[in-house]
Protein backbone atom coordinates (compact mmCIF):
# COMPACT_ATOMS: atom_id res chain seq x y z
CA UNK A 1 0.00 0.00 0.00
CA UNK A 2 1.73 3.56 -1.21
CA UNK A 3 2.00 6.42 0.94
CA UNK A 4 -1.25 8.29 -0.43
CA UNK A 5 -3.67 5.30 -0.01
CA UNK A 6 -2.47 4.61 3.37
CA UNK A 7 -3.16 8.39 4.51
CA UNK A 8 -6.15 8.30 2.25
CA UNK A 9 -7.25 5.28 4.89
CA UNK A 10 -5.80 7.01 7.98
CA UNK A 11 -8.42 10.14 6.80
CA UNK A 12 -10.93 7.92 5.88
CA UNK A 13 -11.22 6.21 9.30
CA UNK A 14 -10.66 9.07 10.63
CA UNK A 15 -13.67 10.90 9.30
CA UNK A 16 -15.96 7.99 9.93
CA UNK A 17 -15.55 7.67 13.65
CA UNK A 18 -16.01 11.51 13.68
CA UNK A 19 -18.95 11.05 11.81
CA UNK A 20 -20.35 8.23 14.51
CA UNK A 21 -19.68 10.86 17.10
CA UNK A 22 -20.99 13.90 15.41
CA UNK A 23 -23.80 13.36 13.44
CA UNK A 24 -26.21 11.16 15.53
CA UNK A 25 -25.94 13.71 17.95
CA UNK A 26 -25.74 16.87 15.73
CA UNK A 27 -28.06 16.46 13.72
CA UNK A 28 -32.00 16.25 13.59
CA UNK A 29 -33.97 13.18 13.49
CA UNK A 30 -34.33 13.62 9.95
CA UNK A 31 -31.25 14.00 8.28
CA UNK A 32 -29.75 11.62 10.45
CA UNK A 33 -32.32 9.24 8.51
CA UNK A 34 -30.57 10.71 5.42
CA UNK A 35 -27.37 10.09 6.62
CA UNK A 36 -28.28 6.32 6.69
CA UNK A 37 -29.26 6.12 3.53
CA UNK A 38 -25.82 8.29 2.56
CA UNK A 39 -23.75 5.35 4.74
CA UNK A 40 -26.06 2.27 2.65
CA UNK A 41 -25.94 4.04 -0.54
CA UNK A 42 -22.38 4.31 0.11
CA UNK A 43 -22.06 0.76 0.76
CA UNK A 44 -23.55 -0.41 -2.46
CA UNK A 45 -21.88 2.09 -4.26
CA UNK A 46 -18.59 -0.11 -3.35
CA UNK A 47 -20.03 -2.69 -5.36
CA UNK A 48 -20.14 -0.24 -8.32
CA UNK A 49 -16.28 0.70 -7.24
CA UNK A 50 -15.40 -3.39 -7.92
CA UNK A 51 -17.17 -3.68 -11.19
CA UNK A 52 -17.40 -0.65 -12.97
CA UNK A 53 -14.53 1.51 -11.03
CA UNK A 54 -11.72 -1.46 -10.89
CA UNK A 55 -12.83 -3.97 -13.85
CA UNK A 56 -14.13 -1.98 -16.14
CA UNK A 57 -17.42 -3.75 -16.61
CA UNK A 58 -20.60 -2.06 -17.48
CA UNK A 59 -23.23 -3.11 -14.77
CA UNK A 60 -26.68 -1.78 -14.73
CA UNK A 61 -27.87 -4.55 -11.96
CA UNK A 62 -26.12 -3.77 -8.62
CA UNK A 63 -29.66 -3.00 -7.08
CA UNK A 64 -30.91 -6.11 -8.41
CA UNK A 65 -28.19 -8.00 -6.21
CA UNK A 66 -29.20 -6.22 -3.16
CA UNK A 67 -32.86 -6.82 -3.34
CA UNK A 68 -31.58 -10.49 -3.75
CA UNK A 69 -29.90 -9.45 -0.17
CA UNK A 70 -32.93 -7.67 1.39
CA UNK A 71 -35.04 -10.96 0.39
CA UNK A 72 -32.95 -13.02 2.23
CA UNK A 73 -32.89 -11.18 5.30
CA UNK A 74 -36.48 -10.61 5.52
CA UNK A 75 -36.94 -14.23 4.76
CA UNK A 76 -34.73 -15.45 7.21
CA UNK A 77 -36.34 -12.67 9.14
CA UNK A 78 -40.38 -14.27 9.10
CA UNK A 79 -38.83 -17.60 9.31
CA UNK A 80 -36.99 -16.46 12.53
CA UNK A 81 -34.07 -18.26 12.13
CA UNK A 82 -31.02 -18.23 14.24
CA UNK A 83 -28.03 -16.16 14.26
CA UNK A 84 -29.99 -12.78 14.08
CA UNK A 85 -29.68 -9.96 11.93
CA UNK A 86 -25.25 -9.91 11.75
CA UNK A 87 -25.82 -13.12 10.30
CA UNK A 88 -28.78 -12.66 8.19
CA UNK A 89 -27.07 -9.63 6.82
CA UNK A 90 -24.28 -11.77 5.27
CA UNK A 91 -26.40 -14.23 4.26
CA UNK A 92 -28.02 -12.16 2.35
CA UNK A 93 -24.51 -11.08 0.37
CA UNK A 94 -23.72 -14.43 0.14
CA UNK A 95 -27.05 -15.29 -1.63
CA UNK A 96 -26.14 -12.66 -4.50
CA UNK A 97 -22.64 -14.21 -5.09
CA UNK A 98 -23.73 -17.22 -7.59
CA UNK A 99 -26.30 -15.27 -9.32
CA UNK A 100 -23.36 -12.52 -9.26
CA UNK A 101 -21.16 -15.29 -10.90
CA UNK A 102 -24.00 -16.30 -13.24
CA UNK A 103 -24.55 -12.84 -14.37
CA UNK A 104 -21.18 -12.74 -14.86
CA UNK A 105 -20.75 -15.77 -17.17
CA UNK A 106 -21.81 -13.45 -20.65
CA UNK A 107 -18.88 -11.06 -19.64
CA UNK A 108 -16.95 -13.63 -20.53
CA UNK A 109 -18.18 -13.54 -24.38
CA UNK A 110 -19.19 -10.36 -24.75
CA UNK A 111 -18.34 -6.90 -23.17
CA UNK A 112 -18.95 -3.12 -23.59
CA UNK A 113 -22.73 -2.09 -24.84
CA UNK A 114 -23.81 -5.50 -25.35
CA UNK A 115 -22.60 -6.36 -21.58
CA UNK A 116 -24.98 -3.65 -20.52
CA UNK A 117 -27.73 -4.78 -22.08
CA UNK A 118 -27.31 -8.01 -20.53
CA UNK A 119 -27.02 -6.51 -16.81
CA UNK A 120 -29.67 -4.09 -17.50
CA UNK A 121 -32.04 -6.72 -19.15
CA UNK A 122 -31.16 -9.05 -15.38
CA UNK A 123 -32.36 -5.10 -13.75
CA UNK A 124 -35.80 -5.34 -15.48
CA UNK A 125 -36.77 -9.48 -15.48
CA UNK A 126 -35.94 -8.61 -11.41
CA UNK A 127 -37.93 -5.73 -11.43
CA UNK A 128 -40.86 -7.69 -12.99
CA UNK A 129 -40.33 -10.74 -10.31
CA UNK A 130 -40.19 -8.57 -7.16
CA UNK A 131 -43.68 -6.56 -8.50
CA UNK A 132 -45.61 -10.25 -9.20
CA UNK A 133 -44.40 -11.49 -6.12
CA UNK A 134 -43.86 -9.50 -2.66
CA UNK A 135 -40.78 -9.24 -0.42
CA UNK A 136 -41.34 -11.99 2.27
CA UNK A 137 -43.30 -10.08 5.48
CA UNK A 138 -45.26 -7.36 3.16
CA UNK A 139 -48.60 -9.34 3.41
CA UNK A 140 -48.96 -9.66 7.02
CA UNK A 141 -46.55 -6.95 7.69
CA UNK A 142 -44.19 -8.92 9.68
CA UNK A 143 -41.50 -6.37 10.53
CA UNK A 144 -37.75 -6.61 11.52
CA UNK A 145 -36.17 -5.23 14.47
CA UNK A 146 -32.67 -3.71 14.69
CA UNK A 147 -30.69 -5.42 17.04
CA UNK A 148 -28.99 -3.97 20.43
CA UNK A 149 -27.02 -1.67 20.35
CA UNK A 150 -27.79 -0.60 16.87
CA UNK A 151 -32.22 -0.13 17.19
CA UNK A 152 -31.93 3.89 17.96
CA UNK A 153 -31.21 5.76 13.84
CA UNK A 154 -27.99 7.31 15.62
CA UNK A 155 -27.37 3.93 16.45
CA UNK A 156 -27.62 2.37 13.46
CA UNK A 157 -26.13 5.14 11.48
CA UNK A 158 -23.08 4.10 13.34
CA UNK A 159 -23.60 0.41 12.58
CA UNK A 160 -24.20 1.44 8.56
CA UNK A 161 -20.53 3.48 9.24
CA UNK A 162 -18.30 -0.03 10.92
CA UNK A 163 -19.74 -1.95 7.70
CA UNK A 164 -18.89 0.42 5.30
CA UNK A 165 -15.48 0.87 7.00
CA UNK A 166 -15.05 -3.27 7.14
CA UNK A 167 -15.78 -3.49 3.41
CA UNK A 168 -13.54 -0.49 2.70
CA UNK A 169 -10.75 -1.98 4.25
CA UNK A 170 -11.54 -5.28 2.79
CA UNK A 171 -11.71 -4.03 -0.29
CA UNK A 172 -8.69 -2.15 -0.18
CA UNK A 173 -6.39 -4.55 1.06
CA UNK A 174 -7.72 -7.25 -2.11
CA UNK A 175 -7.08 -4.20 -4.28
CA UNK A 176 -3.30 -4.55 -3.66
CA UNK A 177 -3.69 -8.18 -4.53
CA UNK A 178 -2.69 -9.52 -7.62
CA UNK A 179 -6.23 -10.37 -7.97
CA UNK A 180 -7.56 -6.82 -7.35
CA UNK A 181 -4.44 -4.83 -9.51
CA UNK A 182 -5.60 -7.45 -12.07
CA UNK A 183 -8.76 -5.59 -12.33
CA UNK A 184 -7.14 -2.31 -13.74
CA UNK A 185 -5.42 -4.51 -16.30
CA UNK A 186 -8.63 -5.95 -17.33
CA UNK A 187 -10.22 -2.74 -17.64
CA UNK A 188 -7.51 -1.53 -20.47
CA UNK A 189 -6.66 -4.72 -22.14
CA UNK A 190 -7.38 -8.36 -21.68
CA UNK A 191 -5.30 -9.69 -24.24
CA UNK A 192 -2.35 -8.00 -21.55
CA UNK A 193 -3.78 -9.42 -18.58
CA UNK A 194 -3.76 -12.87 -20.11
CA UNK A 195 -0.28 -12.15 -21.62
CA UNK A 196 0.70 -12.33 -18.04
CA UNK A 197 -0.98 -15.41 -16.91
CA UNK A 198 -4.30 -13.72 -15.37
CA UNK A 199 -7.39 -15.81 -16.20
CA UNK A 200 -9.39 -12.93 -17.44
CA UNK A 201 -12.92 -15.48 -16.78
CA UNK A 202 -11.50 -16.31 -13.27
CA UNK A 203 -10.64 -12.35 -12.70
CA UNK A 204 -14.13 -11.02 -14.29
CA UNK A 205 -16.01 -14.02 -12.31
CA UNK A 206 -14.55 -12.95 -8.81
CA UNK A 207 -15.33 -9.11 -9.58
CA UNK A 208 -18.97 -9.84 -10.51
CA UNK A 209 -19.35 -12.55 -6.82
CA UNK A 210 -17.24 -9.79 -4.68
CA UNK A 211 -19.53 -7.03 -6.08
CA UNK A 212 -22.62 -8.85 -6.11
CA UNK A 213 -21.62 -9.81 -2.07
CA UNK A 214 -21.44 -5.83 -1.39
CA UNK A 215 -24.18 -4.82 -3.04
CA UNK A 216 -25.97 -7.91 -0.93
CA UNK A 217 -24.75 -6.60 2.25
CA UNK A 218 -26.63 -3.13 1.41
CA UNK A 219 -29.98 -4.19 0.61
CA UNK A 220 -29.71 -5.99 3.89
CA UNK A 221 -28.78 -3.12 5.51
CA UNK A 222 -31.48 -1.10 3.73
CA UNK A 223 -33.90 -3.77 5.43
CA UNK A 224 -32.49 -2.44 8.60
CA UNK A 225 -33.73 0.92 8.19
CA UNK A 226 -36.54 0.71 6.75
CA UNK A 227 -37.45 -2.69 8.60
CA UNK A 228 -39.40 -3.27 5.43
CA UNK A 229 -38.66 -3.00 1.61
CA UNK A 230 -40.78 -2.73 -1.48
CA UNK A 231 -39.81 -3.47 -4.97
CA UNK A 232 -39.70 0.62 -6.01
CA UNK A 233 -36.17 0.84 -3.88
CA UNK A 234 -34.50 -1.52 -5.99
CA UNK A 235 -35.99 -0.45 -9.03
CA UNK A 236 -33.85 -0.93 -12.50
CA UNK A 237 -33.74 3.37 -12.23
CA UNK A 238 -32.32 2.92 -9.22
CA UNK A 239 -29.03 0.63 -10.62
CA UNK A 240 -28.58 3.46 -13.87
CA UNK A 241 -28.73 6.19 -11.38
CA UNK A 242 -26.03 4.56 -9.10
CA UNK A 243 -24.19 3.62 -12.45
CA UNK A 244 -24.05 7.19 -13.53
CA UNK A 245 -22.67 8.60 -10.39
CA UNK A 246 -19.92 5.47 -10.22
CA UNK A 247 -18.83 6.56 -13.31
CA UNK A 248 -18.82 10.27 -12.67
CA UNK A 249 -17.19 9.80 -9.12
CA UNK A 250 -15.17 6.96 -8.96
CA UNK A 251 -16.38 4.55 -5.94
CA UNK A 252 -12.99 2.12 -6.53
CA UNK A 253 -12.25 4.79 -3.49
CA UNK A 254 -13.79 5.22 -0.09
CA UNK A 255 -13.78 8.70 -0.67
CA UNK A 256 -15.12 8.46 -4.26
CA UNK A 257 -17.72 5.72 -2.41
CA UNK A 258 -18.74 8.17 0.29
CA UNK A 259 -19.24 11.07 -2.46
CA UNK A 260 -21.45 8.79 -4.25
CA UNK A 261 -23.39 7.59 -1.46
CA UNK A 262 -24.21 11.43 -0.40
CA UNK A 263 -25.41 12.43 -3.78
CA UNK A 264 -27.42 9.27 -4.24
CA UNK A 265 -28.99 10.11 -0.65
CA UNK A 266 -29.53 13.76 -0.46
CA UNK A 267 -29.76 14.68 -4.38
CA UNK A 268 -33.57 14.66 -3.99
CA UNK A 269 -33.96 16.93 -0.87
CA UNK A 270 -31.35 19.28 -2.30
CA UNK A 271 -33.64 19.23 -5.75
CA UNK A 272 -36.80 20.08 -3.68
CA UNK A 273 -34.68 23.10 -1.40
CA UNK A 274 -33.85 24.55 -4.09
CA UNK A 275 -37.22 24.13 -6.11
CA UNK A 276 -35.32 22.37 -9.00
CA UNK A 277 -37.36 19.15 -10.71
CA UNK A 278 -36.27 16.10 -9.55
CA UNK A 279 -35.33 14.65 -12.82
CA UNK A 280 -32.92 17.30 -12.80
CA UNK A 281 -30.21 15.86 -10.68
CA UNK A 282 -30.22 12.66 -12.75
CA UNK A 283 -29.27 14.79 -15.58
CA UNK A 284 -26.66 16.24 -14.04
CA UNK A 285 -25.33 12.81 -13.46
CA UNK A 286 -25.83 11.88 -16.85
CA UNK A 287 -23.52 15.04 -17.79
CA UNK A 288 -21.08 14.14 -15.07
CA UNK A 289 -20.79 10.39 -16.55
CA UNK A 290 -20.35 11.27 -20.20
CA UNK A 291 -17.59 13.38 -19.56
CA UNK A 292 -16.11 10.47 -17.66
CA UNK A 293 -16.14 8.28 -20.18
CA UNK A 294 -14.34 10.58 -22.36
CA UNK A 295 -11.64 11.20 -19.81
CA UNK A 296 -11.16 7.48 -19.16
CA UNK A 297 -11.14 8.45 -15.26
CA UNK A 298 -13.51 9.23 -12.71
CA UNK A 299 -13.48 12.35 -10.51
CA UNK A 300 -11.67 10.69 -7.65
CA UNK A 301 -9.11 8.91 -10.14
CA UNK A 302 -8.08 12.45 -11.51
CA UNK A 303 -7.62 13.62 -7.75
CA UNK A 304 -5.96 10.88 -6.49
CA UNK A 305 -3.43 11.05 -9.69
CA UNK A 306 -2.58 14.74 -9.05
CA UNK A 307 -1.67 14.20 -5.84
CA UNK A 308 0.53 11.11 -6.40
CA UNK A 309 2.24 13.02 -9.49
CA UNK A 310 3.35 16.22 -7.66
CA UNK A 311 5.58 13.89 -5.32
CA UNK A 312 6.17 11.43 -7.86
CA UNK A 313 7.73 14.31 -10.62
CA UNK A 314 10.19 15.29 -7.73
CA UNK A 315 11.35 11.70 -7.95
CA UNK A 316 11.56 11.83 -11.64
CA UNK A 317 13.11 14.59 -11.86
CA UNK A 318 16.23 13.47 -9.61
CA UNK A 319 16.28 10.16 -11.49
CA UNK A 320 16.97 12.03 -14.94
CA UNK A 321 19.72 14.27 -13.33
CA UNK A 322 21.55 11.36 -11.87
CA UNK A 323 21.10 9.36 -15.20
CA UNK A 324 22.43 12.84 -16.92
CA UNK A 325 25.82 12.94 -14.52
CA UNK A 326 26.35 9.19 -15.34
CA UNK A 327 25.78 9.75 -19.11
CA UNK A 328 28.43 12.94 -18.65
CA UNK A 329 30.27 10.98 -17.17
CA UNK A 330 30.73 7.96 -19.24
CA UNK A 331 29.48 5.57 -17.16
CA UNK A 332 26.75 2.63 -18.52
CA UNK A 333 23.85 1.54 -16.80
CA UNK A 334 24.09 -1.33 -19.19
CA UNK A 335 26.32 -4.07 -20.24
CA UNK A 336 28.55 -2.39 -23.09
CA UNK A 337 29.28 -5.98 -24.86
CA UNK A 338 27.68 -9.00 -25.92
CA UNK A 339 28.27 -12.07 -23.67
CA UNK A 340 29.48 -14.61 -25.08
CA UNK A 341 27.70 -17.58 -25.79
CA UNK A 342 27.98 -21.52 -26.55
CA UNK A 343 26.76 -22.17 -30.23
CA UNK A 344 23.03 -22.38 -30.42
CA UNK A 345 23.07 -26.26 -31.60
CA UNK A 346 25.13 -26.70 -28.38
CA UNK A 347 22.83 -25.67 -26.29
CA UNK A 348 18.71 -27.10 -25.37
CA UNK A 349 16.18 -26.03 -27.41
CA UNK A 350 13.39 -24.40 -24.88
CA UNK A 351 10.90 -22.67 -27.56
CA UNK A 352 10.41 -25.33 -30.96
CA UNK A 353 8.00 -24.34 -33.46
CA UNK A 354 6.92 -26.64 -36.43
CA UNK A 355 4.93 -26.14 -38.87
CA UNK A 356 3.26 -23.11 -37.75
CA UNK A 357 0.51 -22.16 -40.30
CA UNK A 358 -2.39 -19.63 -40.01
CA UNK A 359 -4.97 -18.43 -42.41
CA UNK A 360 -7.42 -16.08 -42.08
CA UNK A 361 -10.21 -16.99 -44.38
CA UNK A 362 -8.44 -17.44 -47.98
CA UNK A 363 -5.14 -15.56 -46.80
CA UNK A 364 -2.17 -17.94 -45.83
CA UNK A 365 -0.17 -15.50 -43.22
CA UNK A 366 1.97 -18.44 -42.01
CA UNK A 367 2.91 -21.08 -44.08
CA UNK A 368 4.73 -24.11 -42.42
CA UNK A 369 6.99 -22.08 -40.14
CA UNK A 370 9.64 -23.56 -38.19
CA UNK A 371 11.67 -21.60 -35.12
CA UNK A 372 13.74 -22.97 -32.61
CA UNK A 373 15.12 -20.61 -29.40
CA UNK A 374 17.84 -22.04 -27.61
CA UNK A 375 18.66 -22.14 -23.83
CA UNK A 376 20.43 -18.76 -23.07
CA UNK A 377 19.76 -17.46 -26.39
CA UNK A 378 18.56 -14.23 -28.17
CA UNK A 379 17.23 -15.04 -31.40
CA UNK A 380 15.34 -12.76 -33.80
CA UNK A 381 12.38 -13.00 -36.36
CA UNK A 382 12.67 -10.29 -38.39
CA UNK A 383 10.62 -9.48 -42.00
CA UNK A 384 9.14 -6.42 -43.78
CA UNK A 385 5.50 -5.16 -42.67
CA UNK A 386 2.71 -7.83 -43.47
CA UNK A 387 5.41 -10.63 -43.34
CA UNK A 388 3.35 -12.22 -40.66
CA UNK A 389 6.27 -11.36 -37.50
CA UNK A 390 3.36 -10.27 -35.12
CA UNK A 391 0.82 -13.00 -35.99
CA UNK A 392 3.15 -15.75 -35.55
CA UNK A 393 4.24 -13.93 -32.03
CA UNK A 394 0.33 -14.20 -31.38
CA UNK A 395 -0.21 -17.63 -32.69
CA UNK A 396 2.83 -19.11 -30.09
CA UNK A 397 1.59 -16.81 -27.17
CA UNK A 398 -2.47 -18.74 -27.49
CA UNK A 399 -3.90 -15.66 -29.34
CA UNK A 400 -4.68 -16.88 -32.50
CA UNK A 401 -5.70 -20.37 -33.69
CA UNK A 402 -3.22 -22.35 -35.70
CA UNK A 403 -2.11 -25.63 -37.32
CA UNK A 404 1.55 -26.97 -36.28
CA UNK A 405 3.25 -27.99 -32.80
CA UNK A 406 4.38 -25.24 -29.92
CA UNK A 407 7.08 -26.77 -27.55
CA UNK A 408 8.25 -25.32 -24.55
CA UNK A 409 11.17 -27.32 -22.96
CA UNK A 410 9.72 -30.52 -24.62
CA UNK A 411 6.01 -29.69 -22.98
CA UNK A 412 3.40 -29.16 -25.79
CA UNK A 413 1.46 -26.17 -25.32
CA UNK A 414 -0.82 -26.74 -28.27
CA UNK A 415 -4.53 -26.15 -27.30
CA UNK A 416 -3.41 -24.30 -23.93
CA UNK A 417 -5.12 -21.41 -23.38
CA UNK A 418 -2.52 -17.42 -23.09
CA UNK A 419 -2.93 -17.28 -19.42
CA UNK A 420 -1.83 -20.96 -18.85
CA UNK A 421 0.90 -20.57 -21.69
CA UNK A 422 2.25 -17.57 -19.69
CA UNK A 423 2.27 -19.36 -16.48
CA UNK A 424 4.33 -22.31 -18.03
CA UNK A 425 7.40 -19.89 -19.00
CA UNK A 426 5.87 -18.21 -22.19
CA UNK A 427 5.59 -14.39 -21.97
CA UNK A 428 5.05 -11.57 -24.54
CA UNK A 429 4.98 -8.08 -24.92
CA UNK A 430 2.52 -5.82 -27.80
CA UNK A 431 3.34 -3.70 -29.99
CA UNK A 432 1.06 -0.71 -28.16
CA UNK A 433 1.48 -0.82 -24.62
CA UNK A 434 -1.72 -0.27 -22.62
CA UNK A 435 -0.40 0.08 -19.02
CA UNK A 436 -3.16 1.10 -16.79
CA UNK A 437 -2.32 4.56 -15.63
CA UNK A 438 -3.53 4.33 -12.48
CA UNK A 439 -1.01 2.01 -11.20
CA UNK A 440 2.38 2.65 -9.84
CA UNK A 441 5.67 0.68 -11.79
CA UNK A 442 5.67 -1.50 -8.85
CA UNK A 443 1.89 -2.55 -9.14
CA UNK A 444 2.91 -2.92 -12.54
CA UNK A 445 5.97 -5.48 -12.31
CA UNK A 446 3.51 -7.18 -9.65
CA UNK A 447 1.15 -8.19 -12.29
CA UNK A 448 3.69 -8.67 -14.84
CA UNK A 449 5.90 -11.20 -12.13
CA UNK A 450 2.68 -12.90 -10.75
CA UNK A 451 3.43 -12.83 -7.13
CA UNK A 452 4.56 -10.07 -4.53
CA UNK A 453 7.98 -8.61 -5.46
CA UNK A 454 10.58 -7.33 -2.96
CA UNK A 455 11.15 -3.55 -3.17
CA UNK A 456 14.95 -4.95 -4.31
CA UNK A 457 13.73 -7.42 -6.80
CA UNK A 458 11.75 -5.02 -8.47
CA UNK A 459 14.37 -1.75 -7.99
CA UNK A 460 16.78 -3.99 -9.66
CA UNK A 461 14.39 -4.64 -12.82
CA UNK A 462 13.45 -1.33 -13.15
CA UNK A 463 17.27 -0.11 -13.03
CA UNK A 464 18.50 -2.26 -15.42
CA UNK A 465 15.87 -1.53 -18.17
CA UNK A 466 16.42 2.02 -17.41
CA UNK A 467 13.08 3.00 -16.00
CA UNK A 468 11.92 5.88 -13.68
CA UNK A 469 11.41 4.74 -9.89
CA UNK A 470 9.36 2.06 -8.90
CA UNK A 471 6.70 4.19 -6.95
CA UNK A 472 6.49 6.72 -10.11
CA UNK A 473 3.16 6.28 -11.44
CA UNK A 474 2.48 4.94 -15.05
CA UNK A 475 0.55 8.34 -15.71
CA UNK A 476 3.56 10.55 -16.20
CA UNK A 477 6.06 7.98 -17.70
CA UNK A 478 6.74 8.73 -21.04
CA UNK A 479 5.38 6.04 -24.31
CA UNK A 480 9.57 4.93 -24.47
CA UNK A 481 10.09 4.31 -20.42
CA UNK A 482 6.08 2.34 -20.83
CA UNK A 483 7.35 0.20 -23.14
CA UNK A 484 10.77 -0.44 -21.10
CA UNK A 485 8.50 -0.96 -18.44
CA UNK A 486 6.11 -3.75 -20.57
CA UNK A 487 9.94 -5.81 -21.24
CA UNK A 488 10.47 -5.42 -17.56
CA UNK A 489 6.95 -6.71 -16.63
CA UNK A 490 7.69 -9.58 -18.94
CA UNK A 491 10.84 -10.57 -17.53
CA UNK A 492 10.33 -10.11 -14.00
CA UNK A 493 8.37 -13.31 -14.38
CA UNK A 494 11.04 -15.47 -15.07
CA UNK A 495 9.50 -17.09 -18.31
CA UNK A 496 11.44 -19.83 -19.81
CA UNK A 497 11.33 -17.48 -23.31
CA UNK A 498 10.08 -13.64 -23.48
CA UNK A 499 8.67 -12.96 -26.72
CA UNK A 500 9.28 -9.04 -27.47
CA UNK A 501 7.50 -7.93 -30.37
CA UNK A 502 9.53 -4.20 -31.77
CA UNK A 503 10.68 -3.24 -28.15
CA UNK A 504 12.80 -0.59 -29.54
CA UNK A 505 9.45 1.24 -31.11
CA UNK A 506 10.28 4.93 -30.47
CA UNK A 507 13.48 4.72 -29.28
CA UNK A 508 16.36 6.56 -30.81
CA UNK A 509 19.04 5.52 -31.98
CA UNK A 510 21.24 5.49 -28.94
CA UNK A 511 18.50 4.66 -26.89
CA UNK A 512 17.96 1.08 -28.95
CA UNK A 513 21.43 0.17 -28.69
CA UNK A 514 21.37 0.65 -24.96
CA UNK A 515 18.05 -1.67 -24.63
CA UNK A 516 20.00 -3.90 -27.00
CA UNK A 517 22.99 -4.45 -24.79
CA UNK A 518 20.67 -4.83 -21.99
CA UNK A 519 18.60 -7.16 -24.02
CA UNK A 520 21.45 -9.43 -24.84
CA UNK A 521 22.73 -9.50 -21.00
CA UNK A 522 18.96 -10.29 -19.84
CA UNK A 523 19.63 -14.42 -20.41
CA UNK A 524 22.69 -14.58 -17.81
CA UNK A 525 21.12 -12.20 -15.66
CA UNK A 526 17.56 -13.23 -15.51
CA UNK A 527 17.17 -16.44 -16.93
CA UNK A 528 15.24 -15.87 -19.22
CA UNK A 529 15.85 -16.46 -23.71
CA UNK A 530 14.37 -14.36 -25.99
CA UNK A 531 12.50 -14.54 -29.07
CA UNK A 532 12.80 -10.31 -30.59
CA UNK A 533 10.55 -9.43 -33.12
CA UNK A 534 12.30 -5.98 -34.47
CA UNK A 535 12.89 -3.59 -37.48
CA UNK A 536 15.96 -1.89 -36.12
CA UNK A 537 18.52 -3.65 -38.41
CA UNK A 538 21.93 -2.92 -35.91
CA UNK A 539 20.00 -3.77 -32.54
CA UNK A 540 18.96 -7.50 -34.71
CA UNK A 541 22.59 -7.41 -35.41
CA UNK A 542 24.09 -6.19 -32.09
CA UNK A 543 21.62 -8.80 -30.18
CA UNK A 544 20.89 -11.49 -31.99
CA UNK A 545 22.97 -14.61 -32.57
CA UNK A 546 20.49 -15.92 -34.85
CA UNK A 547 17.76 -14.95 -37.28
CA UNK A 548 14.89 -15.60 -39.06
CA UNK A 549 13.28 -14.02 -41.83
CA UNK A 550 9.93 -13.46 -42.66
CA UNK A 551 8.61 -12.58 -46.35
CA UNK A 552 4.74 -12.88 -46.94
CA UNK A 553 4.43 -15.48 -44.09
CA UNK A 554 7.25 -18.25 -45.37
CA UNK A 555 10.76 -18.39 -44.07
CA UNK A 556 13.20 -17.54 -46.95
CA UNK A 557 15.73 -17.84 -44.54
CA UNK A 558 17.13 -18.94 -41.14
CA UNK A 559 20.48 -19.35 -39.27
CA UNK A 560 23.38 -17.05 -37.73
CA UNK A 561 22.34 -13.28 -38.12
CA UNK A 562 25.33 -12.05 -40.01
CA UNK A 563 24.90 -15.25 -42.72
CA UNK A 564 21.30 -14.43 -42.93
CA UNK A 565 22.03 -10.73 -43.06
CA UNK A 566 24.16 -11.44 -46.58
CA UNK A 567 21.63 -13.31 -47.90
CA UNK A 568 20.85 -11.57 -51.54
CA UNK A 569 17.31 -13.33 -51.15
CA UNK A 570 17.31 -11.16 -47.71
CA UNK A 571 18.74 -8.43 -49.05
CA UNK A 572 16.39 -8.55 -52.42
CA UNK A 573 13.05 -9.32 -50.31
CA UNK A 574 13.71 -7.08 -47.09
CA UNK A 575 16.91 -5.12 -46.44
CA UNK A 576 18.27 -3.95 -49.76
CA UNK A 577 22.07 -3.95 -50.24
CA UNK A 578 22.12 0.23 -49.23
CA UNK A 579 19.78 -0.78 -45.90
CA UNK A 580 22.96 -3.24 -44.67
CA UNK A 581 25.38 -1.66 -42.07
CA UNK A 582 28.68 -2.66 -42.89
CA UNK A 583 30.24 -5.25 -40.89
Known amino acids: MNVLDKRSL ?37 SFGVIVGRAGVMSLCQMSFAAIGAWVVLRLNVAEAPGGF ?17 IGLPALRIRGVNLAVVTFGFAVSTDIVLNVNPFPGAE ?15 GYFVFCVIVFTVLAVALGMIGKTRLGLSWYELRHSERSAAAHGISVARSKLAAFAISAFVAGIGGGLLVGQLSL ?10 SLALFA ?21 IMGTIMEKISLPQDFGGVLFGVGALLALRSGLSQTDLTRMRKREAGARKLLKAA ?30 LLTVKGMTVKFGEVVALDAVDLTVP ?38 LDRLSPNKRATLGLRRTFQTTAIAPELTQYEYLTIGAGRRLTRAEADELLEFFGCPPGQVPVSIVDAGSRRLLDVAAAIAARPKVALLDEPAAGQSAAESLTLGARLAAVPETFGVSILLVEHDMELVQAVCEEVTVLDF ?29 AS
Not at 19 to 27: Q, T
Not at 86 to 102: E, R, S, T
Not at 245 to 265: K, Q
Not at 390 to 408: P, R
Request: proline share 9%.
Open 86 to 102: YLWLILGGLAAVPVGVA
Open 320 to 349: EDKAAEEQAAGEQAAPAAVPARRPAGDRTP
Open 140 to 154: DLTMLDRPAPFDTDG
Open 10 to 46: GAGLGAAVLACAVLPVALPPYWVYLAISAAISAVIMQ
Open 375 to 412: EGGVVGLIGPNGAGKSTFIASVSGFVGYQGAVELAGRS
Open 245 to 265: VAIMIGPHHPEGAVLGGIFGA
Open 229 to 238: VVPQNFAMGQ
Open 553 to 581: GNVIASGPTGEVLEDPAVRAAYLGAADVP
